[in-house]
């Protein structure tokens, strides 16, 4: 049964929440592999509306397993509300439903206060972080200093590597970030009732995940951000701190490469980018601000206003190759809807030289200037239609001139917010 990775084609919020719930119904198990409550991913289903930051979009499927992998940061209290808030809302009845890696590394109080102190420090130069702790938290990672699911839940672990960690973080946030420290005994009571309610769900979830494949059962892999943001590949240094493409899946989760099947790069019909740095297609006009009222571009985790530019088909065609992508959902397409004449940037000029990739060098991103092809619009309402045939003439040769620019087909396309506002063109998982 094919196993499926869903990445962000763009900077995120492209709508792989929705796209997640959509595939879940054809897969076993739905499994989170990096970042953290950075995410904010959204699924519509009737007249309800739900946000998930940490546990992956297939939670609301009954029966399905959901994992989050060793690559994913976790903010204990931010994971607890999402628990409590489904379970309050009727979902995750079934405890057993989620499982939560003991090779993840937890999001400390101190990880949060620098990402915020820092932030702050910076000014105008600053990365406009969504301030949850993500990037802290992964340095402590890689510094090797880091407090993993495992050391949360065994209290004498806990109690050592909290106070290996406090004394140079509160030396850190005083003397150099000007903040206030983080108190021991605060932080053992709070995080020490986290690690109770946490423990049950705690598993060693590669052997897990590598057992269901094994056994013929089918994972959805969802990223969370997007190729953009990535810490490798992305607009450097505006990015997230962890490796949000494709290949970010393997080492996340613990699965190997070969177990991929398919990996479908979720897209938006134009672009929009939340925080800082650059952006070349962005609209910093009448019409950037029609498409965020009219596509609700408002931040899911922090409700900052998203940035609207058009399409950008040299950032996807990047997104393609650095994500081996096997095909496109392209989402908000009812979005364009209305709009006479749409632009999209096929090329970049800098110094006056066409360039069709994106560079590694802020300097001169920059300088680019976009070379745009402009296409016509339609004016009929897309929410209803269910069939990429019944879509007007000038929808399909738009969506059909991206995926020629792009160079990868598309396999769905979201016609609005809700479940059922989609039309399946080939499905991945068959
Ligand atoms: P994610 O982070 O990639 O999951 O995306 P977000 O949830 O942050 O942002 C996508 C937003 O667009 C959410 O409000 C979705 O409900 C909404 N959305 C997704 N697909 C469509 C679509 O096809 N049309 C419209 N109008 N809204 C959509
Ligand atoms: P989803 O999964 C859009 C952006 C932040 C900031 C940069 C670094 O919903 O698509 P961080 O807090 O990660 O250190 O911030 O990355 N960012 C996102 N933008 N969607 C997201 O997630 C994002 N997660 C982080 O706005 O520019
Ligand atoms: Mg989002």
Same mark, same amino acid.
Request: glycine residues 12%; charged residues 25%.
């Given at each position: 049964m094919?196993n499926v ?9 492209? =709508? ?10 054809y897969?076993?198990l739905?499994?989170?592999? +990096?970042?953290?409550?950075? &995410? ?6 009737n007249?309800?509306k ?10 609301l499927?009954? /029966?399905?397993? @959901?994992?989050i992998?060793?690559g994913v ?12 808030m489904l379970k309050? +809302?009727?979902?995750?009845k079934?405890s057993?439903q989620l499982l ?12 949060c ?6 932030e ?5 130069? $600053?990365? /406009? ?9 992964y340095?402590d ?22 106070k ?11 003397d ?17 009732k986290?690690a ?5 769900f705690?598993?060693d !979830?590669s052997l %897990?995940?590598?057992d ?6 089918? &994972?959805l ?7 953009? %943001?990535d810490?490798?590949?992305? !607009?450097?240094?505006f990015?997230?701190?962890?490796? !949000? ?13 070969? @177990?991929?099947?398919?990996v479908?790069?979720i ?8 925080g800082s /740095? ?13 498409l965020?009222? $009219? ?7 922090? =409700?900052?206003t998203?940035? @609207? /530019? ?8 990047d ?6 992508l ?14 006479d004449?749409i632009?999209? @940037? ?8 066409r360039v ?18 402009e296409?016509?619009?339609w004016?009929?309402? %897309? ?9 007007p ?13 792009? =160079? ?5 396309v ?7 506002e989609t039309?399946?063109v ?5």
């Amino acid at each position: 049964m094919p196993n499926v990775i869903i990445v962000g084609a763009q900077w995120g919020d492209e =709508g792989k929440g929705k796209v997640v719930d959509i595939y879940t119904e054809y897969a076993d198990l739905v499994v989170r592999y +990096q970042g953290g409550n950075n &995410a904010g991913h959204t699924i519509v289903v009737n007249e309800s509306k739900f946000v998930l930051h940490l546990i992956p979009s297939g939670v609301l499927h009954k /029966g399905k397993r @959901c994992v989050i992998g060793n690559g994913v940061v976790i903010d204990p209290k931010a994971l607890l509300e999402e628990i409590d808030m489904l379970k309050g +809302q009727g979902f995750l009845k079934d405890s057993s439903q989620l499982l939560i890696s003991d090779r993840a590394h937890v999001i400390m109080p101190w990880h949060c206060k620098i990402d915020v102190a820092r932030e702050n420090l910076r000014g105008k130069g $600053k990365i /406009g972080t969504t301030g949850r702790g993500i990037g802290p938290c992964y340095e402590d990672k890689y510094a090797r200093v880091g407090i993993r699911i495992a050391d949360l839940v065994n209290e004498k672990v806990f109690v050592e590597r909290l106070k290996g960690n406090l004394e140079d973080k509160n030396r850190y946030l005083v003397d150099f970030l000007g903040d206030s420290a983080c108190d021991y005994n605060e932080i053992l009571e709070e995080y020490s009732k986290y690690a109770k309610r946490i423990a049950p769900f705690v598993a060693d !979830t590669s052997l %897990l995940v590598n057992d269901a494949v094994s056994e013929g059962k089918s &994972a959805l892999f969802e990223g969370a951000q997007g190729s953009m %943001l990535d810490i490798d590949h992305g !607009t450097y240094p505006f990015v997230t701190s962890s490796n !949000t493409i494709a290949g970010g899946a393997c080492s996340g989760i613990g699965v190997g490469p070969t @177990c991929i099947d398919e990996v479908i790069g979720i897209t938006k019909a134009y672009t929009t980018r939340v925080g800082s /740095g650059p952006f070349p297609t962005e609209l910093d006009c009448e019409i950037g601000e029609g498409l965020r009222q $009219k596509g609700g571009e408002f931040g899911a985790t922090t =409700g900052r206003t998203r940035r @609207c /530019g058009w399409f950008d088909a040299v950032v996807v065609r990047d997104a393609v190759r650095r994500n081996g992508l096997t095909g496109m959902a392209l989402t908000k397409l009812d979005v364009l809807t209305g709009m006479d004449k749409i632009k999209v @940037c096929i090329a970049y000029e800098i110094d006056g030289k066409r360039v069709d990739t994106l560079p590694a060098s802020l300097h001169e991103v920059e300088k680019i200037v976009p070379v745009y092809e402009e296409l016509d619009g339609w004016e009929e309402a %897309l929410e209803e239609i269910r069939s990429f045939d019944a879509l007007p003439e000038n929808a399909k040769r738009y969506v059909k001139r991206l995926e020629e620019l792009v =160079g990868v087909e598309s396999v769905l396309v979201s016609v609005g917010q809700k479940r059922r506002e989609t039309i399946i063109v080939k499905n991945p998982f068959d």
